[in-house]
């Protein structure tokens, strides 16, 4: 698995997918520096004038609604529009769900263009499953836990998605299998967009291989040990931030190999 | 003193207050990692369809006119008008105050909202005592000087709010105290964003202790010990804001009190 | 040459210009630590209620369509015919330009109000001499290369300003001369926005020195030394950014004139 994990990095360094981002303007610079180093081609557009025709020459598209209004809730809906026409993959992140209900009806909206991939934390995942009020019954705890893993099974199944759960413990699962990562590090909940870059990473990685678990999976772990790598270089978050662009960049096939921890039950 | 701000700092990672920003392009991200450093929730919104609810769920707001325009100085107008309906702490950051007509017209509306504290640099201050017409008398300097402290002095009275210079030595007011704080270093003016960061700070604080005079103190002290020991181990203003975060996450008490200069004439 | 370039650079740090920028989300911060570290003063401001304000009282303009939309593109165009009025310098980077129709027509339409100074990369140059359909004949390849040299000679000639194509080795050129510089290392193109950020301190000279030929080298030979001494001190594209920003700081006058590489043939 390691090995086939690692040929799947080099590959998005061969073939530089271009990812198209409608990203928050805190990570946006996080974000395409991410993209850079794993060796994709990050593009930021969301002019309602050419969100269409930067999703055609896009291989994949990342929308992630942490500084939304309602021109950009349009943008999103334009470009996931788009892409579930033209059957490019999309990643959603959908930050800050449940905190206000302009959020959810827009998430609501989004979800009708069948993300590929949708990555959050936990309490996101839950209350991404409860902006369908169809689907919300046994999904009301708050922390990180079964529930968020059962809410991320309610929505795989229900929009026929993988979807990521975010957390000390990542969990990567679609309606046949069930993947959990154990790398990363607690500092890098201090740093802000980190959460954005890897959804940002699922993109290219998603713009590359058919098998969207598959390439989530390889994805978070490439993020994963990266961070707890540079984890080991920094003496707090600001310098942490920098150390995972360095590592996402040099990161070698032994210090991925001999690091990776994916579990299949 | 010094011990007392010490309890604060510590009982704000306890805390872990929500920071509502409504910010400029340039220094969200600086301002969001320097809130997680400090063990607080930074959460970024501007959209008109949910910057009332933000307001609501956060324990404290911080608007800082930045990079304005019509749609964000309308939805800052919205978030101070709930801020002051709800009676929740604010701050605001008059960046640019007294460059254009159309930041004086809006700061001078922001002002009716009255913010707990106000924090920017001399020339701001100055500014911004000018835009209420009927208190501009012999406040006419632009150096960082006695003028601004005069100024911050009328804006507090006039808005009973803490006002809080900063500059070489920072200086924090209300209508009964005055604070001088002698932190920080030179180097901290080359980059950018770093006083965007203090009001988000200041925020934090506010969101935690009643005393709104105390916890800019404490705000400004944080950052300016932080600025001092990050500079020692920086070479440029690059590597300074890089440590600047990593000192606001790992400094110790040691490190706080026996640096940090306050005093009250 | 190297003599008169590294007075520029001090010149710089003396007059600390005032430059407005309208760029992209992405690059602000980027473009406003590189500002500030070469001795410059950054403003940012795009809405049209202060444009026309702020752009009278820098001492250049600069404007990068990165993340352009409806507003910010009427914000480009109301800045652009202010800067030509005003007779003020400014800078086009014409981010991405042949990417989509929407870009294509705004760059058309600001080149008519004459920038002094364009910056682009090889295709984006090729690209920007397509938008003017009368002049596109033998400008059909993508890389760069002499095709980009000749596409830059093109628009110089039309647009009557210097056009800097910048690649593994940089063009300067005006209607008269054509420099070469072979400073800079690959590694800087995988870190987003350094290319906008060489417009923001193209600039900044282009506010203090007449001739724009010698401003626009000065900048870029600045820019690509600093980014050869960062490149020997990062791990990685992440401190690379870092160490970027500190050399244009701290860079002496043996370091830049040791090892600036300009010809003119």
């Known amino acids: 698995m390691e090995n086939e994990i690692w040929s799947f990095i ?71 529009y788009r892409a579930s026409i033209l059957g490019k ?15 959810n009806e827009l998430l609501h909206k989004l979800l009708q263009f069948k993300p590929s991939i949708i990555r959050g934390n936990g309490s ?49 699962l679609n309606d046949t299998r069930t993947v959990f990562l154990e790398n990363g590090h607690p500092l890098m909940t201090k740093v802000t967009g980190l959460g954005c870059s890897a959804s940002a990473v699922i993109g290219a990685f998603s713009g590359v291989f058919e098998d969207k678990l598959q390439a989530t999976t390889a994805a978070m772990a490439l993020m994963g040990v990266a961070g707890e790598l540079a984890e080991m270089k920094a003496e707090g978050p600001g310098t942490l931030q920098l150390h995972l662009i360095d590592k996402l960049y040099n990161i070698t096939k032994e210090e991925f190999c001999s690091r990776v921890k994916i579990s299949e039950p």
């Open 10 to 80: 080099k590959l998005v360094r061969q073939k530089s997918p271009l990812v198209h981002n409608i990203t928050n303007y805190v990570a946006m610079n996080n974000s395409a520096n991410a993209l850079l180093a794993i060796g994709a081609s990050p593009v930021m557009a969301h002019a309602h004038s050419e969100v269409d025709e930067m999703v055609s020459i896009a291989d994949s598209l990342v929308i992630n609604i942490g500084t939304l209004d309602e021109y950009w809730s349009e943008s999103m809906l334009k470009a996931a």
């Open 89 to 103: 993959p999309w990643v959603l992140d959908p930050v800050g769900c449940g905190a206000t209900s302009f959020r």
């Open 124 to 172: 996101e995942i839950m209350a991404l499953a409860k902006t369908n009020k169809t689907i919300t019954k046994g999904v009301d705890s708050t922390g990180e836990s079964e529930d968020a893993v059962e809410a991320a099974r309610i929505i795989s199944r229900q929009y026929q998605c993988v979807v990521c759960v975010s957390g000390a413990k990542d969990v990567v």
